[in-house]
């Protein structure tokens, strides 16, 4: 006679056994299980800290040592920057625009480049 009462694991299916509200066999299905639920999530999340990285990290080897500089959109997508990926946006007092990728920044300027800087700690 086949019990239908029994439990089942909700990662593998095994036969639980143990506390009436258990829902997984040990913790490797529990933690596989919840990676799963999370693993769409958690990639997406995953590839945008992947472009604001890189981002900042374009930003900061153009602009070196130096204060502020400019250039091109060309040269910046030839690098694999992504404009759409910023972490927060500062207006200045002449209502300046500039996007930021933690601390380095870049204006849209009218002639189509664009001027980096760097936030002052």
Not at 7 to 18: E, N, P
Not at 19 to 25: E, H, I, S
Not at 82 to 101: E, P, R, V
Request: net charge positive.
């Amino acid at each position: 006679m086949i019990d239908t009462n029994t439990k089942t694991c909700v990662s593998c299916h095994k036969a639980l056994k143990g506390r009436a509200d258990k829902k997984f066999c040990d913790d490797y299905c529990r933690n596989h299980y919840n990676n799963q639920l999370k693993s769409v999530t958690n990639n997406s999340i995953r590839n945008i800290n992947y472009a604001l990285k890189k981002n900042r990290h374009i930003l900061e080897e153009i602009l070196s040592e130096r204060e502020t500089c400019r250039v091109s959109r060309d040269k910046l997508l030839v690098d694999g920057f992504h404009f759409k990926y910023h972490t927060h946006i500062y207006a200045n007092k002449k209502n300046n625009l500039y996007k930021f990728c933690y601390d380095f920044g870049y204006l849209d300027l009218e002639d189509g480049s664009f001027l980096i800087v760097k936030t002052r700690n």
